[in-house]
């Protein structure tokens, strides 16, 4: 089943996340899906490819677990930084560089317990398989 493709300026969340966040693809395969580079499933490397998304909200996060417990239990959100694995769930076909293209419905897991989704995949008439 095709899905549609990933590119640069698509709009991910994570879960424990405050706000959504633009994924940044460089320009380094040289394809370009509707204009703009497309993504791969190793674009996922943290402030290079992924950004932060506001505040976190994972008790995972020491940040926000060390400011929990000064503020006696009340859940207190943290900047966020993620810290990422690779995308799960790419195109099974579709290979740009060598890695499989990302698509939209595939997922990245971040160490805080965070799972980041693509929201708008940046491509509108793309499909990948």
């Known amino acids: ?12 969340m994570c879960s424990f996340g405050a706000a959504p966040a633009s994924l940044i693809v460089l320009p380094t395969s040289r394809v370009l899906v509707e204009g703009k580079p497309a993504a791969t499933i190793v674009d996922a490397t943290p402030l290079v490819n992924i950004p932060t998304f506001g505040m976190c909200t994972s008790l995972a996060n020491p ?9 006696l239990g009340v859940l207190t959100p943290m900047p966020c930084v993620p810290a990422t694995t690779p995308w799960v769930n ?7 560089g060598g890695q499989p293209a990302l698509v ?7 160490a805080w317990g965070g799972v980041i989704q693509v929201l708008n995949p940046s491509s509108t008439r793309t499909l990948e398989s």
């Open 104 to 110: 939209l419905g595939a997922q990245c897991q971040c």
């Open 1 to 12: 089943m095709s899905r549609p493709a990933v590119a640069a300026t698509a709009m991910m």
């Open 63 to 71: 940040t926000v677990a060390a400011a929990t417990a000064s503020a």
């Open 90 to 96: 790419g195109a099974t076909t579709t290979v740009i």
